[in-house]
């Protein structure tokens, strides 16, 4: 019998105050099946480790986040920056998931040359690409909303996604479709088509937009159900394009990190039910 929760991923940040343990357990106990991980607590507990733990509560691991910030113009800095994307691929391939999430970088001290930055990213993405393709791991370039875009993630739109990923393989790069970043976008729906006709739809994330906006924005990630986004359209979007994979709930939230962490685990696998399932 269906739970409804068969597709529903957990990314770790929305429950960041669970240890590793604590949220494999928490995740067994509620019958849900995918978890997505962040590389600072995975190297925290140990990456081989964290493998283990996930492995022998039968989780799967849905995405690693994060790999980018390709978009530095002084030539060490670059290079520091593909070398950690090397071994953020490593990672992901040692935790078992074939997808790596990319935030590409916002624009470098000084700089107003989006265009230049953004060009930096695709040849970060030509190096890394075939190894990425070795390890089994795909790219996913994941668009910020464009109040990221000076100092955070230079690709704002899916379009702008798109452009750089298919420059290379589908198999290599693709995109992360991203409810609290895109929703906004009417051309947005089009080109998650775009994305599926190729097979670039490498992961599909939620979060709501509620406001008013924290100072700071970054943790401003609304509760599924609590804001603007209508959740089965998006759902509706991504599995007309051919996407039929997990979906993830990411929510970066000081309110909800607050509180007891199994508490919102569990409220947040009630609310995908209720807005997302069936």
């Known amino acids: 019998m ?4 068969e597709r529903l991923s957990i990314n770790q940040m ?26 600072a607590p995975v190297q925290s ?12 509560a039968g989780l799967t691991v849905t995405t690693l986040c994060r790999g980018g910030f390709f978009t530095a113009i002084d030539p060490a800095e670059r290079e520091q ?7 953020a691929i490593d990672e992901a391939a040692t935790l078992g998931t074939d997808t790596l999430v990319l935030v590409s970088g916002g624009l ?10 953004r060009e930096r990213i695709a040849d970060a993405l030509a190096e890394l690409g075939p190894y990425a393709e070795e390890h089994g791991v795909r790219l996913a370039i994941e668009p910020l909303h464009p109040m990221y875009a000076a100092d955070r993630c230079v690709v704002s739109t899916l379009a702008q996604a798109l452009d750089l990923a298919e420059r290379f ?11 609290y970043h895109i929703w906004w976008d009417d051309r947005a729906p089009a080109q998650i088509a775009r994305a599926g006709a190729t097979g670039r739809i490498h992961t599909f994330q939620l979060a709501d937009w509620t406001t008013p906006l924290p100072e700071g924005v970054l943790n401003g990630r609304g509760q599924i159900g609590d804001g603007s986004i209508d959740m ?8 007309a394009a051919g996407y039929t994979g997990p979906i993830e709930i990411e929510l970066f939230n000081e309110g909800l ?17 209720t807005y997302v399932a069936g």
Not at 46 to 52: K, L, N, Y
Not at 232 to 239: A, L
């Open 169 to 179: 393989p589908a198999h290599q790069v693709g995109v992360a479709v991203d409810t």
């Open 45 to 56: 507990y140990g990456v081989e480790a964290t493998a283990r733990l996930v492995r022998d």
């Open 232 to 239: 089965r359209e998006w759902k509706g979007y991504v599995e």
């Open 14 to 39: 929305t429950v960041k105050q669970l240890s590793l343990p604590e949220l494999a357990d928490a995740c067994v106990r509620l019958g849900v099946p995918g978890v997505g991980l962040w590389r």
């Open 108 to 117: 470098p001290a000084g700089s107003r040359d989006l265009h230049g930055a």
């Open 81 to 87: 920056a593909v070398a950690d994307n090397r071994r």
């Open 257 to 273: 990190w607050a509180r007891d962490g199994r508490e919102v685990l569990a409220e947040t696998a009630e609310r995908f039910v």
């Open 2 to 5: 269906s739970t409804g929760l």
